[in-house]
């Protein structure tokens, strides 16, 4: 970690970073407050809005997790954030999301669009396809996008649109503080245990 993480249970000053620090605890029960956290509370309004953003993106969409989770875990294979590959790859696991398909998502070079692996059902590989494009081009080619959209609904691809896009500022985020301390690790085996 570049910076020192703050301590925890995080010093507040005042009720309003009092009040923050509950949400962010309140979000991640019952589980502690993670290191992402302990960086973010250098700046309790920007760890709120932070909160507040990733608390909706995680658990108020309509996405299936098994979507919002290959989508997340492409992108920190494309980033190199190890960290959120750690939280994510697991949970994608728990999602349904093959042993096989993993690997797939594990692939650090540029996807190939032309043919689907096996183990991936047509809506996953849309959305790798999206995420590694969104991650490594920013600019989508019409013809994933199109694949995507003849997969999805409006919101869905809203959705898996600021998925993507909000796990990319978090990556970047992990990556450049080295939060967490895992840059240059690579990806653990994941499994559903």
Not at 78 to 90: D, V
Not at 103 to 128: F, I, M, N
Not at 130 to 142: C, G, I, L
Not at 162 to 187: K, M, Q
Request: with cysteine; hydrophobic share 40%; aromatic share 6%.
């Amino acid at each position: 970690m570049r910076l020192p993480y703050v301590p925890n249970p995080p010093p507040t000053s005042t009720a309003e970073d009092a009040a923050i620090v509950s949400r962010i605890e309140a979000r991640r029960a019952p589980h502690p407050l993670q290191s992402l956290d302990l960086t973010l509370l250098h700046s309790p309004t920007v760890a709120d809005g932070w909160n507040t953003f990733l608390g909706a993106i995680r658990t108020k969409t309509s996405l299936s997790a098994d979507v919002r989770e290959i989508a997340i875990s492409r992108v920190a294979v494309c980033n190199k954030a190890w960290y959120e590959w750690k939280h994510h790859a697991p949970l994608a696991v728990q999602a349904g999301v093959s042993q096989a398909a993993l690997e797939v998502v594990k692939t650090e070079g540029a996807l190939d669009g032309t043919d689907r692996p096996q183990g991936l059902s047509e809506k996953l590989w849309a959305v790798l396809l999206y995420a590694d494009e969104m991650t490594r081009n920013v600019q989508v080619k019409d013809e994933t996008f199109a694949l995507v959209k003849s997969r999805f609904n409006d919101q869905e691809v809203v959705e898996i649109t600021a998925t993507i896009a909000s796990y990319n500022c978090v990556s970047r985020f992990l990556v450049a503080l080295d939060v967490g301390e895992r840059n240059g690790t690579g990806p653990d085996e994941v499994s559903a245990h």
